[in-house]
Nanobody
């Protein structure tokens, strides 16, 4: 079992920044990928970014490339998503996930944290 707890969501003006955190426990993370996904109202959940925990390689959706940065602190078992230049269309519930692929194959999910970008 893997437990994932997100934090850091909130309300932010367009152009602003926010950092999400995800504390993970219950699995040796270096053997897996950790990712961020998001789901906006009325839309399907979509991939945002992921990191191969052991190799520190990162992957991004085109919509966030250059604005968002995924990182991890192995000592704290914590995943981060630094979000800069936020847009209203980034508004969604953001989920942290643990799995076996860069964009799919995720089998453990956090409860989600709301991010709302305003004009």
């Amino acid at each position: 079992q893997v437990q994932l707890v997100e934090s850091g969501g909130g309300l932010v003006q367009a152009g602003g920044s926010l950092r999400l955190s995800c504390l993970a426990s219950g699995r040796t993370l270096r053997q897996y990928f950790m990712g961020w996904f998001r789901q906006a109202p009325g839309k399907e959940r979509e991939f945002v970014a992921s990191i191969n925990w052991g190799f520190d390689s990162t992957y991004y959706a085109d919509s966030v490339k250059g604005r968002f940065t995924i990182s991890r602190d192995s000592g704290k078992n914590t995943l981060y998503l630094q979000m800069n230049s936020l847009k209203p269309e980034d508004t969604a519930v953001y989920y942290c996930a643990n799995g076996r692929g860069d964009r799919s194959g995720y089998d453990y999910w956090g409860q989600g944290t709301q991010v709302t970008g305003t004009n």
